[in-house]
């Protein structure tokens, strides 16, 4: 071995020595000499919470509208602030308060006080750009809806603790939220450290169509104010799935600002939380479920005098009149209350209210938002059913819908006799994949054959009496309705609810509408109201939606049949 191996050879070994006596040194002050400091660090543990982002909503179009935005909390530190006269000037006019107040503030005797719980990040930017020290401002999570009040009531709201308020947003509370995870750590290093993460909120893509649901509520606001409505309903729906394409109620409010609503009700869904009385509408139930038992036929007739007594109430016909011998379809035509309620006398209670049933009256659908309403129906045997009910339910009194039951009824006279369970969300993406709704059928009350029936009928209905409902180039089945208001169980004479229901193309429907308008002042009657609502709205929506008129699509059948 040379001289110069073996002078790099001490030099190695020294500093390996050198390092040892290092490391042995700092292990004898970490153990024995610092032992008790760091036994007692040990025992030191923090509780650390990940909070996960909320999920986001689309359209079916993935349109966003709710995601995540925030609010921001100014804050100061009085022992930090060197120009206190010159901040507070600046504050005041940012935050709109009393200068001496603020001034106060930043001079108080104490390390932290908030100036301002909640401004919008405009403000937040103002405050941040000010060349003064000793102010905070901190996010604080806060929902956004960057549509406005574009369906207001079904998004629904979230409070400022995170929590759904309505509407979709609290129903999938738990999707959309996510979940928070926890951990006590120690801050030792001889700890193994553990990692927090949160489980994200899934985000929902809906069967709404924004486009769609913003014209829909256009014709609504159009409807109101033309017809001196107060408040109304239109419900767009694929009778064939249950799928929601538009849900509108007005008045409606600001989702972002929920908390400055007065009126705690205008929060509610009149759509699926708010019953009434339907009406004449109703009548087409009654007549399905008198076809479906074999009561009657389509060419089953019978006598009209004007007047049946039943349970000692005495039912007269809309127009008063007595038209005697009677088929079945202009009984639905000319929306004869005799004619219904002697169709349920044929059938008896047992009947009729087991078919109503099959309907889902009385029971919630099960639709995908917060606070449905089973509606009321008292069923004989119950303390609050006369047998008077049994003819005056037959058209659409004395029982109590929502306007989501009503469509959903409808929609199985439209769809083959099946109804449909009505939704919203089309997909929920998750951290563990996507859920894909499957349409699910919620009943079969009536036979196809039943179905086709009751559709030829409302389809002659809408083309002998209500030509204000028709659409040109489409075949329309339809019912309007128009209730008396009860209130404190008296019907108001001069109060009604005006409504009308139809679908389209009436052999192959794509779609049904119901229109609900509530007290209009221009006429009290569904066919000089709902139905040409209807009409104008429907003559969009088959453009907005594709849908060919009857020449049209009935050709291209004929083509597809000849090609194969």
């Not at 009393?98 to 503030?105: G, I, T």
């Amino acid at each position: 071995m040379t001289n110069s191996q073996l002078r790099r050879l001490w030099v190695v070994l020294i500093g390996l020595i050198f390092a040892a006596v290092i490391i042995i040194g700092r292990l004898f002050a970490f153990q024995v000499v610092q032992g008790d400091e760091w036994a007692q660090r040990a025992g030191d543990e923090f509780y650390v919470v990940a909070q996960p982002d909320r999920g986001t909503i689309y359209d079916r179009n993935g349109a966003v509208l709710a995601a995540n935005g925030a609010d921001y909390q100014v804050s100061v530190s009085p022992n930090l602030v060197d120009e206190p006269i010159e901040l507070s000037t600046a504050l005041a006019s940012i935050l709109q308060k009393p200068q001496y107040e603020v001034l106060a503030a930043l001079q108080a005797d104490t390390p932290y006080l908030m100036l301002a719980g909640r401004v919008a990040p405009e403000v937040a930017d103002l405050i941040i750009d000010l060349p003064y020290d000793g102010v905070q401002v901190d996010p604080l999570p806060r929902r956004f809806y960057p549509q406005g009040e574009l369906m207001c009531h079904e998004l629904g709201y979230v409070d400022f603790d995170g929590n759904g308020g309505s509407g979709l947003e609290g129903y999938y509370q738990t999707e959309l939220a996510g979940e928070a995870a926890s951990a006590t750590v120690n801050i030792s290093p001889l700890t193994v450290q553990e990692s927090v993460i949160a489980r994200e909120g899934a985000d929902l893509v809906l069967t709404i169509d924004r486009t769609v649901q913003y014209v829909v509520e256009q014709y609504l606001a159009r409807g109101l104010q033309q017809y001196g409505a107060e408040s109304g309903t239109i419900i767009v729906m694929d009778p064939r799935t249950g799928a929601i394409l538009a849900m509108a109620n007005l008045p409606c409010y600001e989702p972002y600002t929920f908390f400055d609503v007065q009126d705690e009700g205008l929060l509610l869904n009149p759509a699926v939380s708010k019953q009434y009385e339907p009406g004449s509408v109703m009548k087409l139930v009654t007549m399905a479920s008198a076809l479906d038992s074999g009561v009657v036929t389509p060419q089953s007739t019978y006598y009209d005098a004007g007047v049946l007594e039943v349970g000692g109430h005495r039912t007269v016909n809309w127009d008063r009149s007595a038209p005697g011998t009677v088929d079945m379809t202009t009984l639905l035509a000319r929306s004869l209350n005799v004619g219904a309620a002697t169709l349920a006398t044929w059938m008896g209670a047992d009947t009729f209210y087991d078919y109503y049933q099959r309907f889902y009256f009385g029971r919630p659908t099960g639709i995908d938002l917060m606070a449905e309403a089973a509606g009321t129906m008292p069923l004989p045997g119950s303390e609050l059913w006369t047998e008077s009910f049994l003819a005056t339910n037959a058209y659409g009194q004395g029982l109590a819908v929502t306007p989501l039951q009503m469509i959903a009824a409808a929609s199985a006279l439209a769809n083959n006799g099946y109804l449909m369970q009505p939704y919203l969300v089309q997909e929920i993406r998750g951290a563990n994949g996507t859920y894909v709704h499957e349409p699910t059928v919620l009943s079969h009350p009536i036979s196809e054959e039943a179905a086709h029936q009751v559709t030829a009928m409302a389809v002659t209905a809408v083309a002998r009496e209500v030509y204000e409902a028709q659409v040109e180039g489409y075949t329309v089945a339809g019912k309007t309705g128009t209730a008396q208001i009860a209130e404190n169980g008296i019907y108001l004479p001069d109060d009604t609810i005006a409504s009308f229901i139809g679908w389209l193309p009436a052999d192959a429907p794509e779609i049904i509408v119901l229109i609900k308008l509530d007290r209009p002042t221009s006429s009290p009657w569904g066919s000089q109201t709902a139905a040409p609502l209807f009409a104008e709205l429907a003559n969009e929506l088959v453009v907005l939606l594709n849908i060919p008129p009857d020449s049209v699509r009935l050709q291209s059948d004929v083509l597809a049949v000849r090609s194969q």
